[in-house]
């Protein structure tokens, strides 16, 4: 988009073909910051869909301290940026972010999604955090030199877009777009978006794995000569 600064924000999804339900989930303390329309699996709309936040119980991030040591492996994408990053998050810290995501709740609309019908076939939940968490993604998975992060955004974009895919639920081929920044204003009671600053590369983050009684949820990454990457799910990995 014209006039837009590149900044390092992600969209966190929880990529399973088979989801197991989370005992430990219930309702957490939240409330709308934003409500737009949420597009829908297989087209249409639903006029105010919420973005959530989190009033008291915060998670704050690290949950423990880690003995993680992220790793980055470059994937080959005939020169395209695309790689991977192990130990991101720890498994306590995945089941933590999974719980309350599972008590703000799923929605089959995606709040200010824009998508074909049959293209996002999954479940939606929206999050802007008070950004502990997404600090802490970010120092331990070495995307961008600390100088670069500085000079992209002031800092780390704080909203999550959480994905759960249920038995036969899929996310089809799809190029991500220019996506708006977005936080929380100085009081915390309302999303705002940081003009001139969208978010250009995406982060996508595995909170389940086979350890949790999932299958599938394998990401393909393809080239634009048209040769495929397949990244399988690991707890924690980005």
């Avoid at 957490?28 to 639903?46: E, Q, Y």
């Avoid at 599972?102 to 479940?123: D, V």
């Avoid at 204003?185 to 940081?194: F, I, P, R, S, Y």
């Avoid at 389940?208 to 495929?228: C, I, K, P, Q, W």
Wanted: glycine content about 10%; overall charge neutral; charged content about 20%.
């Amino acid at each position: 988009m014209p006039g837009s600064v590149t900044s390092l924000a992600g969209k966190v999804h929880t990529p399973t073909s088979v989801s197991k339900k989370n005992d430990k989930a219930g309702k957490v303390d939240s409330f709308a910051v934003a409500r737009l329309h949420g597009s829908l699996p297989m087209g249409g709309s639903v006029a105010g869909t919420p973005v959530h936040a989190l009033r008291s119980g915060h998670p704050k991030f690290p949950l423990v301290e880690p003995s993680l040591q992220p790793t980055r492996n470059d994937i080959p994408l005939d020169g395209q940026i695309a790689f991977r990053v192990e130990d991101v998050l720890t498994s306590v810290e995945c089941d933590e972010i999974v719980r309350v995501a599972e008590g703000l709740g799923f929605s089959e609309a995606a709040p200010g999604i824009a998508t074909p019908p049959g293209m996002r076939m999954n479940k939606s939940c929206h999050w802007v955090t008070d950004g502990s968490l997404m600090d802490a993604i970010f120092c331990r998975a070495p995307v961008a030199s600390a100088a670069r992060r500085r000079q992209a955004a002031p800092e780390t974009i704080t909203q999550m877009n959480m994905y759960k895919y249920d038995r036969n639920d899929v996310f089809n081929r799809h190029i991500d777009g220019s996506w708006p920044a977005y936080g929380l204003n100085e009081d915390t009671t309302q999303m705002v978006e940081w003009k001139g600053v969208h978010s250009k590369l995406s982060l996508l983050l595995y909170l389940n794995g086979v350890e949790d009684g999932v299958s599938g949820g394998s990401t393909e990454l393809y080239s634009n000569a048209g040769r495929a990457h397949e990244s399988k799910p690991k707890k924690g990995s980005a």
